[in-house]
């Protein structure tokens, strides 16, 4: 039973444009996100993160939004760029802190120059 | 400044064999939790240690257990290994326990079980 869902394993962009990553979930206990890139051979590493208390958090090129009706979350890359290409998993800590994340199974992002 | 290390990079195991994997948490981090990524999979929690004790656990079975020694670095532990049991274990420190503290991610170790 998954809890964070990422339902396309895979979204192929161009130089430039946006790339819009989706992630969606089940438990409306869930009070705070994070998102994570990982590249091959690498762990993953904290891309950005989003509190329930807010529908939108920007850190550069990166913009994390937050619909708590829907239970849906979306990771903006504007522009997106070569380097960004990436496996992103979207993540969730269920209980506030507790650093007990859950994860979805990640959408490997592709940037076409 | 060395972050998250992890070791053996790599291992192969077989069926009912035990395997110890090691983490050094990145400096200045106390706090330590173990993930299982599977092929295709996101990572999944098996535990946390902090102050040499385990402080949270996913629902993963006895079988994997864990250690946190005083200079912070801990070992993950699996016993009667299973096919399943393959996978990427992803080690992860941090500073802390009160509230969400930033998790920094090491490499991982991939262990194979024949």
């Known amino acids: 039973d998954q809890q964070v869902k990422q339902n396309s394993p895979s979204l192929s962009v161009q130089e430039g444009r946006i790339s819009i990553l989706n992630c969606d979930y089940t438990?409306?206990?869930?009070?705070?996100f994070l998102w994570y890139k990982k590249y091959p051979a690498e762990g993953p590493t904290f891309l950005i993160s989003?509190?329930?208390?807010?529908d939108k958090n920007e850190d550069g090129r990166f913009t994390v939004f937050l619909n708590k009706s829907a239970k849906h979350l979306s990771l903006h890359i504007v522009p997106s760029q070569p380097g960004d290409s990436a496996v992103y998993f979207c993540?969730?800590?269920?209980?506030?802190?507790?650093?007990?994340?859950?994860f979805g199974k990640g959408t490997k992002l592709t940037v076409n120059p | 400044d060395a972050g998250v290390t992890q070791s053996p990079t790599h291992l192969i195991k077989t069926r009912g064999q035990q395997v110890t994997l090691r983490c050094s948490p990145k400096?200045?981090?106390?706090?330590v939790s173990w993930y299982q990524q599977a092929l295709g999979q996101g990572p999944q929690f098996i535990f946390q240690?902090?102050?040499?004790?385990?402080?949270q656990r996913g629902n993963f079975p006895d079988r994997f257990s864990g250690h946190q020694f005083p200079n912070y670095s801990s070992e993950l532990n699996v016993n009667a290994l299973l096919l399943g049991d393959s996978a990427l274990y992803l080690c992860?420190?941090?500073?802390?326990?009160?509230?969400?503290?930033?998790?920094?991610f090491g490499p991982g170790t991939r262990l194979t079980v024949l």
């Open positions: 438990n409306s206990m869930f009070d705070y």
């Open positions: 400096s200045g981090h106390d706090t």
């Open positions: 989003i509190s329930s208390i807010k």
């Open positions: 240690y902090y102050e040499e004790e385990e402080r």
């Open positions: 993540a969730a800590d269920p209980q506030g802190g507790s650093e007990k994340l859950v």
């Open positions: 992860a420190s941090s500073l802390g326990l009160l509230g969400y503290n930033e998790q920094f």
